[in-house]
DNA sequence: CTTAGGG
DNA sequence: CCCTAAG
């Protein structure tokens, strides 16, 4: 796997450049902005190639250690980077000038590491870590920069514990992080030898960048392209200070610990061209994130600091830099969310392609045959044995701004796996590149017999569909090991290619929960190799294959049931504070100003959304005029009652006299409040 | 995207 | 809070 930066075309964006924003009315909306083609990327791929090291891992022997020292390929994989760039359709719009309009992204790719044969069953459960993988060469790199990282690892560590026991027994918790730990600390030695090392390859000399971040998210390609950028990119990779929140007079800092991720997701300044879709996507998106079926991942805090290291920029700026990544990935699932409502499926470009794996350091080794590392052992009995060593899995796209923390990237990606693997995995049976469907075959039907070289054979995990019906996708909350408590429904993961998910038909009518899917998967497909996945054998062996059926598109019915997947945001009653905030915004600004009334009040606060407020406000005129008795939840102070109607009957004769505001005005609306001191900042506009 | 309103 | 029509 392979963590890197991807740049949007011309990098011009992460850092905003502040820029005093002009007038509503002169802004000039809809600039088209490029915008990365990670539609086809599968999301899943970190996450299937994730659950395959694990797998893997269980099976490697002592091996592990060594292997990761001697084969591990380098992290950052020419192959890999290649395909990505293949990946990276043109942009719909060609507006690399545009300021803000970049993200970078960091983005999961697989590198198979076939080492070894040796297996010891002792030792492959110690080493069974099934983060060496994805989280080996990515995190190691964040490690060094952000040493809590391991925290992050752990959590992914459960999670994969979790689904590793489906195919095998997973090892203890305390296996997984000590063997996380050690490896961790192996893999950086060599990766870091590795791109510091003289190697001539172009790799080698973009990696040996000093700051570990830096090192561990750029990509060659775009590194060549873009290596202006990249001194100041480094600099800003790790915000050096943070302010505080409630820098700004009139801004409430609202702690957000529950939707801090939204502000990762949410959407602000999107380009004109995509803005219909885009709003259904985000819509759609949005549901996905406020499913229940997130509900697992962990909670992220980042966003106080993101919050506080922006706090000093002017309003308009830090609004833009806090969204700009969100619009980015926003427009990234946009377009895959587009694939699928096309009716089509999207998919990874290696998703199920054998290329990443093959372009591995390694494979080259093993002679670039994706299986050839895979073991074919034929018994006597006819019985097909074999080892899979790890899962192609679709490809996981996170952006985060460059401003965001080391800590909130590992949330991120935390999260993003643990939402993933919440969702659901199944395992797809592919040989000779070709899915296998037809879960009743047997294998010599399907010619996968004893004498079938098993390189023809691979799996591949696929997400379980978002778009099934929650029944068949099962409790998330029983597949991690989430400790959480009640977490905000509100996770990215959804965005990071969930929706980028390959359809299958035969997916989306499959019902039951993940356990029975895997099941279906394996074993009715494969009920002998089922014997021998596990114990002695329980490596997968990554097998993937090029699978044209795949990548072509297929129908998917799955606007259908969409609405099962919404949920609600989960209920945020405002505070007193925030409804002070409110009011005194108001009365500023009048109630026709939702959005300006945000951003003077609650730009903090990104739980709270212009319609959010506009709603509050709604409420609150309507709780000021019931009686106290009929009031529930938090008692506002009465005193905010009272300007709020104030506010609202001056505001409702402001509006309909049409700026006709003047001291008559002022007048009749005092006379109108109960509370004449409540006109007195609307006195003060005027 | 924002507003404005109904649900 | 959500959803949408409108702008």
């Not at 190639?49 to 020292?69: D, P």
Request: some cysteine; glycine content about 6%; charged content about 25%.
């Amino acid at each position: 796997m392979v963590l890197k930066k991807r740049l949007d075309y011309g990098f011009n964006g992460f850092r905003v450049p502040f820029v005093p924003r002009a007038p509503r009315s002169a802004r000039r909306r809809g600039i088209s902005r490029t915008v990365a083609e990670d539609g086809q990327a599968c999301a899943f791929e970190l996450l299937a190639s994730l659950a395959g090291k694990l797998l893997q891992e269980s099976a490697s022997s002592s091996a592990s250690s060594n292997a990761s020292e001697g084969n591990h390929q380098p992290a950052f994989d020419k192959g890999v980077v290649e395909q990505e760039r293949q990946d990276e359709v043109k942009p719909l719009e060609t507006d690399s000038i545009n300021p803000g309009s970049s993200a970078e992204s960091i983005l999961f790719s697989e590198v198979a590491s076939q080492n070894t044969s040796q297996k010891s069953l002792v030792q492959a459960e110690a080493d069974a870590v099934l983060e060496r993988t994805s989280v080996n060469n990515n995190f190691e790199c964040l490690e060094k920069v952000e040493p809590d990282l391991k925290s992050s690892v752990c959590k992914l560590e459960d999670t994969f514990g979790h689904y590793s026991g489906r195919l095998a027994p997973a090892p203890a918790p305390q296996d997984f992080r000590e063997s996380v730990n050690g490896n961790m600390k192996n893999e950086f030695r060599q990766q870091e030898a590795g791109n510091l090392g003289i190697g001539g390859s172009t790799l080698a000399k973009n990696y040996s960048l000093k700051d570990p971040l830096e090192l561990c998210v750029s990509s060659p390609a775009l590194v060549d392209s873009t290596s202006n950028v990249k001194s100041s990119l480094l600099r800003e990779a790790i915000p050096t200070k943070s302010i505080s929140r409630h820098g700004n007079d009139s801004k409430l800092g609202f702690r957000d610990d529950d939707e801090n991720f939204l502000r990762f997701n949410k959407l602000s300044t999107k380009s004109k061209a995509f803005r219909p879709t885009q709003q259904i996507a985000h819509r759609r998106i949005r549901k996905l994130l406020t499913s229940k079926y997130w509900k697992t991942a962990p909670k992220l805090k980042d966003c106080e600091l993101s919050r506080s290291d922006m706090g000093v920029k002017p309003l308009y700026h830090k609004r833009k830099t806090c969204h700009s990544f969100e619009r980015y990935q926003h427009d990234s699932n946009l377009k895959k969310r587009k694939l699928l409502d096309r009716g089509s499926v999207v998919t990874s470009d290696g998703g199920f392609s054998s290329e990443s794996v093959c372009n591995s350091p390694e494979k080259g080794k093993d002679g670039c045959n994706p299986g050839s590392s895979s073991e074919l052992h034929v018994s006597k009995d006819s019985h097909v044995k074999f080892s899979i060593k790890s899962f192609k899995i679709p490809e996981l796209y996170i952006e985060v701004p460059e401003t965001a923390t080391v800590g909130s990237l590992k949330r991120t990606i935390t999260e993003s796996v643990m939402a993933i693997l919440g969702g659901g995995v199944r395992v797809g049976v592919l040989f000779h590149g070709k899915k296998v469907r037809d879960d009743n075959r047997t294998l010599l039907q399907t010619g996968i017999s004893c004498k079938e070289n098993l390189d023809n054979l691979g799996f591949a995990l696929e997400p379980s569909s978002l778009q099934v019906s929650p029944i068949s996708v099962g409790d998330p909350s029983s597949q991690c090991e989430s400790s959480q408590a009640t977490r905000s429904p509100r996770t990215p993961v959804p965005d990071l290619g969930v929706s980028n998910v390959l359809h299958e038909t035969s997916l989306l009518t499959n019902t039951g929960n993940i356990v029975e899917h895997y099941h279906e998967s394996i074993s009715s497909q494969t009920d002998t190799i089922v014997d021998y996945i596990t114990p002695d054998s329980r490596a997968i062996v990554a097998v993937p294959t090029r699978n044209a059926e795949a990548l072509a598109m297929v129908p998917v019915a799955q606007k259908a049931r969409r609405s099962e997947l919404v949920q609600r945001r989960t209920r945020r009653p405002f505070s007193v504070s925030e409804v002070e905030a409110l009011v005194q915004a108001v009365e500023e600004l009048g109630t026709g100003r939702w959005r300006d009334v945000k951003l003077r009040a609650f730009e903090n606060a990104d739980h709270r959304t212009y319609v959010d407020l506009k709603d509050k406000w709604k409420t609150l005129v309507h709780t000021a005029r019931i009686s106290p008795q009929q009031r529930r939840g938090e008692p506002v102070p009465q005193e905010l009652l009272d300007r709020v109607l104030a506010a609202h009957a001056y505001w409702s004769q402001h509006q309909a006299k049409q700026q006709a505001g003047n001291l008559k005005m002022i007048r009749e609306a005092s006379v109108e409040s109960q509370n004449a001191e409540a006109i007195q900042p609307l006195a003060m506009i005027m």
